[in-house]
């Protein structure tokens, strides 16, 4: 069975950094792309950030230059590394990754990360 454990969340001052963690385990195929979702309270969950399996990146246009998607394939973990961050950026964030041959998408329990101003 295939689970996604995330790590990093937590309370950060306005300006401040955070680095959230997923860890992918059980599964049987390495993971086509990973990435980073996102749920503010209101609000429809969005696509942050993703990167495929060859290191191609593509990010929202809310946090281009000052957040960083990066993997290990090794360890099919997905990193996302959070600069400057601003209030508007809290939020509940959910790993995904979508597995090679199957194209499941599999996610996350989702970590909170709150911004104070």
């Known amino acids: 069975q295939v689970q996604l454990v995330e790590s990093g969340g937590g309370l950060v001052q306005a300006g401040g950094s955070l680095r959230l963690s997923c860890a992918a385990s059980g599964s049987a195929f390495s993971f086509k792309a990973m990435g980073w979702y996102r749920r503010a309270p209101g609000k429809q969950r969005e696509l942050v950030a993703v990167i495929t399996f060859g290191g191609t990146t593509n990010y929202a246009d809310s946090v281009k230059g000052r957040f960083t998607i990066s993997r290990d394939n090794a360890k099919n973990t997905v990193y996302l590394q959070m600069n400057s961050l601003k209030p508007e950026d809290t939020a509940v964030y959910y790993c995904?990754?979508?597995?090679?041959?199957?194209?499941?998408?599999?996610w996350g329990q989702g970590t909170q990360v709150t911004v104070s101003s």
């Open positions: 995904n990754a979508e597995q090679m041959v199957t194209l499941y998408k599999y």
